[in-house]
């Protein structure tokens, strides 16, 4: 084999491993790195009593890098207490006022701060979430409800927002 042959062969036998390598490296995002999500369900939690006061709300989520969730480690000034992405799951309640659904602030947001669903960051997660949430509002005669939420991930990525069926709450 001539000198030349043999450079040629060693070269492209480079290039064919570095370009395994470099494959085999690389992180493959099965989904977007936007957080997607899903209605699933909105079902009343039984308290024991004829009146309603919480419900579990599950949705379906989907991240391409696997950054959703905040915990205690999370000590950048965007996720202290004060400020608004201390909360990474919002909600926003609204009451059916004469045929027309009327955004209702309560005193008490309805957000929540999802814990780390992934250790292994980055990766693609997908999975089930389930949030209990107070669907009734006390100071109100107004007995159909419904929710809207979205989801942010550690890098500020928003979802898109999504709608809950109306509930009729027991008052």
Not at 140 to 153: F, G, H, K, N
């Given at each position: 084999?001539?000198?030349?042959?043999?450079?040629?062969?060693i070269?492209?036998?480079?290039?064919?491993?570095?370009?395994?390598?470099?494959?085999?490296?690389?992180?493959e995002?099965?989904?977007?790195?936007?957080?997607?999500?899903?209605?699933?369900?909105?079902?009343?939690?039984?308290n024991?009593?004829?009146?309603?006061?919480?419900?579990?709300?599950?949705?379906?989520?989907?991240?391409?890098d696997?950054?959703?969730?905040?915990?205690?480690?999370?000590?950048?000034?965007?996720?202290?207490?004060?400020?608004?992405?201390?909360?990474?799951?919002?909600?926003?309640?609204?009451?059916?006022?004469?045929?027309e659904?009327?955004?209702?602030?309560?005193?008490?947001?309805?957000?929540?701060?999802?814990?780390?669903?992934?250790?292994?960051?980055?990766?693609?997660?997908?999975?089930?979430?389930?949030?209990?949430?107070?669907?009734?509002?006390?100071?109100?005669?107004?007995d159909?409800?419904?929710l809207?939420?979205?989801?942010?991930?550690?890098?500020?990525?928003?979802?898109?927002?999504?709608?809950t069926?109306?509930?009729?709450?027991?008052?």
């Amino acid at each position: 084999m001539n000198l030349e042959i043999k450079k040629k062969l060693i070269a492209g036998t480079a290039v064919l491993l570095l370009s395994a390598l470099l494959i085999g490296c690389r992180h493959e995002e099965k989904y977007s790195i936007i957080p997607y999500i899903e209605f699933l369900s909105l079902e009343k939690v039984d308290n024991g009593t004829s009146h309603d006061s919480q419900a579990t709300l599950t949705i379906h989520f989907q991240d391409g890098d696997g950054d959703i969730g905040l915990d205690s480690r999370d000590r950048d000034p965007v996720f202290a207490v004060d400020s608004p992405y201390y909360y990474n799951f919002f909600i926003d309640f609204y009451e059916k006022q004469q045929g027309e659904w009327v955004k209702i602030d309560l005193p008490t947001p309805l957000h929540a701060r999802v814990p780390h669903l992934s250790e292994d960051v980055p990766e693609s997660i997908e999975g089930k979430l389930s949030i209990v949430t107070y669907i009734n509002n006390p100071m109100s005669p107004y007995d159909t409800v419904r929710l809207s939420c979205y989801l942010v991930d550690r890098a500020l990525h928003h979802s898109d927002t999504i709608v809950t069926p109306e509930i009729i709450v027991n008052k």
